[in-house]
């Protein structure tokens, strides 16, 4: 089992460019969260897909974007980067059991620099 | 609005000791705890949890202990080894959509060092 997939690992962009991350979830998994740790902080919900619907998003604007396909894998897209969005991107996989406790499992993660 | 919060961002101990992490929250109405593991280049993998029915959950060398009405809870590793060197993340789930699916809170984590 390859676990969580996240790629490119690391990623250099400019001012104002759009960046796509692209996760591939633990087999069996259904959901995908996405999430954006900043230096020196816990990692912040971005937004979690299922049923290739996004089922809620968390404080980020609507330059984050995302999509996800039928066999369950995940891109996360951002637009017009800003230097504020130089971060790790990390993507979570759940299997949806109706269960509040459910664990999620995370990839390494693509670190984002923007310059 | 910090909901899940770890004071220490650091935290040195040397081989065999006890290393304590610690974590505060607000949110009365969680109900549920974990504690992530860290390396640098990795994603953060799950370590231990403790539900809000019991005080105390224990896993091999890793003991998670819970005061509800203090609304904090620690990490206990005994004895501490140089592997253990990682940060370590606190985090909540939350529900979403209705109740269905979570998302996790996380604190800001603190980075353990054991020394040899």
């Known amino acids: 089992d390859a676990g969580v997939t996240q790629s490119p690992t690391h990623l250099i962009k400019t001012r104002g460019q759009q960046v796509t991350l692209r996760c591939s979830p633990k087999?069996?998994?259904?959901?995908v969260s996405w999430y954006q740790q900043a230096l020196g902080q816990g990692p912040q919900f971005i937004f979690q897909y299922y049923e290739e619907e996004e089922r809620q998003r968390g404080n980020f604007p609507d330059r984050f974007s995302g999509h996800q396909f039928p066999n369950y894998s995940s891109e996360l897209n951002v637009n017009a980067l800003l230097l504020g969005d130089s971060a790790l991107y990390l993507c979570?996989?759940?299997?949806?059991?109706?269960?509040?406790?459910?664990?999620?499992?995370f990839g390494q993660g693509t670190r984002l620099t923007v310059v | 609005d910090q909901q899940v919060k770890q004071n220490s961002p650091s935290l040195s101990v040397q081989e065999g000791r006890i290393s304590i992490l610690n974590c505060d929250y607000t949110n009365s109405m969680f109900d549920y705890f974990l504690w992530y593991k860290k390396y640098p280049a990795e994603g953060p993998t799950f370590l231990i949890s403790?539900?809000?029915?019991?005080d105390k959950n224990e896993d091999g060398r890793f003991t998670v202990f819970l005061n509800k009405s203090a609304k904090h809870l620690s990490l206990h590793i005994v004895p501490s080894q140089p592997g253990d060197s990682a940060v370590y993340f606190c985090?909540?789930?939350?529900?979403?959509?209705?109740?269905?699916?979570?998302?996790?809170?996380f604190g800001t984590g603190t980075l353990l060092a054991v020394q040899p």
């Open positions: 403790i539900s809000s029915i019991k």
């Open positions: 979570a996989s759940s299997l949806d059991l109706g269960s509040l406790n459910t664990e999620a499992f």
């Open positions: 087999s069996g998994h259904d959901t």
């Open positions: 985090a909540a789930p939350t529900p979403l959509y209705g109740g269905a699916t979570n998302k996790l809170i």
